[in-house]
T-cell receptor, first 113, second 114 residues
């Protein structure tokens, strides 16, 4: 069965620190990859997505992610976090564009001002 | 302009009751989904419909029945509610999954079964 693993469950950073959240998936075929963010009390919003092309994807709010096929990874990065980035971050994978998103467990990011 | 809306936002009910959650999208999408987020914030897909036709039906108890009266609506009916059904239920919609689609999520419905 397909699975998505996010290694960091709870990350605490100070403002201006750099961020990298890990995401690995277990499926070897064609995949579409997503990072969603859930701010406290809000719905999920798409940060960025990868379908094909340049494996370095840029998203909203200064986030980017790199797809490394050989490592089955899609790590999320941001060079300098802000207090407003405090949220839950979810990696998700869809194989063969079925629409069936498989989510990781989520990472809680807490940014201290 | 709310893209994907759900009602109610909160739902508190007793075990054994039957309840429904409604979802509507005004994005013109053909595909709609229901997800369940448990107390540990783990999200799992339950169903998806494409143009009123059931496409994805994960291992969900028969007590859960989605209903799509038209492609802009996907309601979730739950019979004989159990304590373990307590969760946040998210509706989502997208264009047909394919090249570069994106799922848009609703605000969620927090269901508490007592």
């Amino acid at each position: 069965a397909q699975s998505v693993s996010q290694h960091n469950h709870h990350v605490i950073l100070s403002e201006a620190a750099s961020l990298e959240l890990g995401c690995n998936y277990s499926y070897g075929g064609t995949v579409n990859l997503f990072w969603y963010v859930q701010y406290p009390g809000q719905h999920l919003q798409l940060l960025l997505k990868y379908f094909s092309g340049d494996p370095l994807v840029k998203g909203i709010k200064g986030f980017e992610a790199e797809f490394i096929k050989s490592k089955f990874s899609f790590n999320l990065r941001k060079p300098s976090v802000q207090w407003s980035d405090t949220a839950e971050y979810f990696c998700a994978v869809d194989s063969w564009s079925t629409g069936k998103l498989i989510f990781g467990q989520g990472t809680t990011l807490q940014v201290k001002p | 302009d709310t893209a994907v809306s759900q009602t109610p936002k909160y739902l508190v009910t007793q075990m054994g009751n039957d309840k429904s959650i409604k979802c509507e999208q005004n994005l013109g999408h053909d595909t709609m989904y229901w997800y369940k987020q448990d107390s540990k914030k783990f999200l799992k897909i339950m169903f998806s419909y494409n143009n009123k036709e059931l496409i994805i039906n994960e291992t969900v108890p028969n007590r859960f029945s989605p209903k799509s009266p038209d492609k802009a609506h996907l309601n979730l009916h739950i019979n004989s509610l159990e304590l373990g059904d307590s969760a946040v239920y998210f509706c989502a919609s997208s264009q047909d999954p394919g090249l570069s689609y994106e799922q848009y999520f609703g605000p969620g419905t927090r269901l508490t079964v007592t």
